[in-house]
């Protein structure tokens, strides 16, 4: 990338979601849907009354499955990121050839007790890395383009853990950690607020 970079929601493809009561509904991004002729076609429904996650999977247009997976399953929230480069050019700082543009996805999914894990949904776009004036004057643009695909992400996947009331990532038994008074969620006794609930910790 360049020297400035331009963040819009037009430069990401996210999920879409909605909300009805106690039922939120995922689904696919409506432009992955054209660009593959609706040939696969996948939804989760979060039931908050049921206490449950319904996935849904159609390919080819008539094979169909579907997994029900009750709140007491899930272990944890998993938050993965991926990327792919679009294009390399000369970076000082990472001292050589380096990505310049990307693709970026995180992905959001729920780990069951058992060891499974079910996609729920994920945010894909246009990633910005900044490798300065040299990358500049060696062909890269002055101005980069990125997508809102993290935010977004982040701000879902904070949601999911309130409402699953499960941690985000799988949570490890270390000498130091403490335990949130609000949420009972273990976190490292070295931050002054919960990342969880946002409580001070004194």
């Excluded at 996210?14 to 660009?35: R, V």
């Excluded at 959001?108 to 004057?137: D, P, T």
Aim: glycine residues 6%; aromatic residues 12%; proline residues 1%.
């Amino acid at each position: 990338m360049s020297l400035v970079s331009y963040t819009s929601s037009l430069f990401s493809l996210s999920p879409t979601i909605k909300i009805d009561e106690d039922l939120i509904t995922i689904k696919g991004s409506k432009a992955i849907h054209l660009l593959t002729l609706f040939l696969l076609l996948e939804s989760v429904t979060i039931n908050r009354k049921a206490r449950n996650v319904i996935i849904s999977h159609r390919f080819c247009y008539f094979f169909k499955s579907k997994t029900v997976i009750a709140f007491d399953e899930i272990d944890y929230l998993d938050y993965s990121f991926s990327d792919f480069a679009t294009c390399w050019g000369i970076s000082l700082d990472e001292g050589g050839i380096s990505k310049t543009d990307t693709i970026e996805k995180y992905t959001l999914s729920i780990s069951a007790n058992r060891g499974e894990k079910y996609k729920l949904c994920s945010f894909s776009g246009e990633g910005a890395k900044m490798i300065g004036l040299l990358g500049v004057l060696t062909g890269d643009d002055f101005i980069d383009f990125s997508g809102t695909q993290g935010e977004d992400s982040r701000q879902l996947a904070l949601a999911f853990c309130k409402i699953f009331d499960v941690p985000l990532g799988k949570q490890f038994e270390f000498s130091n950690t403490t335990t949130c008074p609000n949420c009972k969620r273990k976190i490292s006794n070295k931050i002054k607020c919960c990342y969880y609930c946002s409580e001070i910790i004194k």
